[in-house]
T-cell receptor, first 111, second 113 residues
Framework: DTGVSQDPRHKITKRGQNVTFRCDPI?????LYWYRQTLGQGPEFLTY????????KSRLLSDRFSAERPKGSFSTLEIQRTEQGDSAMYLC?????????FGPGTRLTVL | GQQLNQSPQSMFIQEGEDVSMNCTSS?????WLWYKQDPGEGPVLLIA?????ELTSNGRLTAQFGITRKDSFLNISASIPSDVGIYFC?????????????FGGGTRLMVKP
């Protein structure tokens, strides 16, 4: 399968714990995006990388959130001191010249 | 900020019926995208529209980019049970080079066999 992959698919954690998600984009796609989707809503943009450079961050990305793409390939999204409001689907997408292709998402539940 | 408004929010139709849904914005978009999302999965691109007035088909799906560049519609003909899902319109935020997408709230389609 050469699509965008995300790991884990599901994560349940207790409030206050740190979590990290991984995204492997389609190879040779230099642009990688993170979105968050809450129940009943469309995805909302969080942050965007071109190669290893993080070029834009949404105001939704609080100080507790950090994203990296150290070698311009896979990316990680870390949430520190999770809160119940962080419960959502976290989607990763990578882009060729025209189209963003989404991964299956990581569903986070904070208890 | 930019918002995309989708209607209807949900539809419950009989298998074989045609479906029409639309998306409007107060801002101009240079690209309109239609995605479908199945439960527990990421959105999958159905149709991309790049030019005002453009009408594009993908099998039983047809989408049009409105002349004003502030709206788009998606039609599904002869619906089948696997059409069930949430349909999102999307476009690049502020038509920026980074191509971050703004999504509508979605239209949930339910098909009765």
């Amino acid at each position: 399968d050469t699509g965008v992959s995300q790991d884990p698919r599901h994560k349940i954690t207790k409030r206050g714990q740190n979590v990290t998600f991984r995204c492997d984009p389609i190879s040779e796609h230099n642009r990688l995006y993170w979105y968050r989707q809450t129940l009943g809503q469309g995805p909302e943009f969080l942050t965007y990388f071109q190669n290893e450079a993080q070029l834009e961050k949404s105001r939704l990305l609080s100080d507790r959130f950090s994203a990296e793409r150290p070698k311009g390939s896979f990316s990680t999204l870390e949430i520190q001191r999770t809160e119940q409001g962080d419960s959502a689907m976290y989607l990763c997408a990578s882009r060729d010249t025209d189209t963003q292709y989404f991964g299956p998402g990581t569903r986070l539940t904070v208890l | 900020g930019q918002q995309l408004n989708q209607s209807p929010q949900s539809m419950f139709i009989q298998e074989g019926e045609d479906v029409s849904m639309n998306c409007t914005s107060s801002s101009i978009f240079n690209t309109w995208l239609w995605y479908k999302q199945d439960p527990g999965e990421g959105p999958v691109l159905l149709i991309a529209l790049y030019k005002a007035g453009e009408l594009t088909s993908n099998g039983r799906l047809t989408a049009q980019f409105g002349i004003t560049r502030k709206d788009s519609f998606l039609n599904i003909s002869a619906s089948i049970p696997s059409d069930v899902g949430i349909y999102f319109c999307a476009g690049p935020k502020n038509n920026n080079a980074g191509n971050m997408l703004t999504f509508g709230g979605g239209t949930r389609l339910m098909v009765k066999p």
